[in-house]
């Protein structure tokens, strides 16, 4: 599967953006889906999953709140609403995929995330 992540962009502090994840190559429904993110000088991190079914979803404590996953498996895409977005969210935004045969499975651990997007920008000024 190919995932082309887009939507980033500059925002003002307590804005918002929706990020999306396209998928193509094959069906999405197939994988469970991920948000991680890579800020200047620091590690990759992860900020939020979702399992095949949509049915299970796991945050970071730092978005917890602010940030909502969905998918629509029927148009390929993975979304990411973020809400009151503060500057230590600045980041470029990478989706990922688990391939998985469990519908439930929700996974933060980068090594399980074997597909990934190209990353899209997300800047957020204070």
């Known amino acids: 599967v190919q995932l082309q992540a887009s939507g980033g962009g500059l925002v003002?502090?307590?804005?918002s953006l929706r990020l999306s994840c396209t998928a193509s190559g094959r069906t999405v429904s197939a994988y469970a889906m991920g948000w991680f993110r890579q800020a200047p000088g620091k590690e990759r991190e992860f900020v939020v999953g979702i399992s095949r079914s949509g049915g299970s979803t796991y945050y970071a404590d730092s978005v917890k709140g602010r940030f909502t996953i969905s998918r629509d498996n029927a148009r390929n895409q993975v979304y990411l609403q973020m809400n009151s977005l503060i500057p230590e969210d600045t980041a470029v935004y990478?989706?990922?995929?688990?391939?998985t045969t469990t519908l439930k499975r929700v996974t933060s651990r980068e090594l399980d995330y074997g597909y990934w997007g190209q990353g899209t920008q997300v800047t957020v000024s204070s």
């Not at 003002?12 to 804005?15: K, R």
């Not at 990478?94 to 391939?99: E, H, I, R, S, V």
Request: aromatic content about 20%; overall charge negative; hydrophobic content about 30%.
């Open 12 to 15: 003002q502090a307590g804005g």
């Open 94 to 99: 990478y989706c990922a995929a688990d391939y």
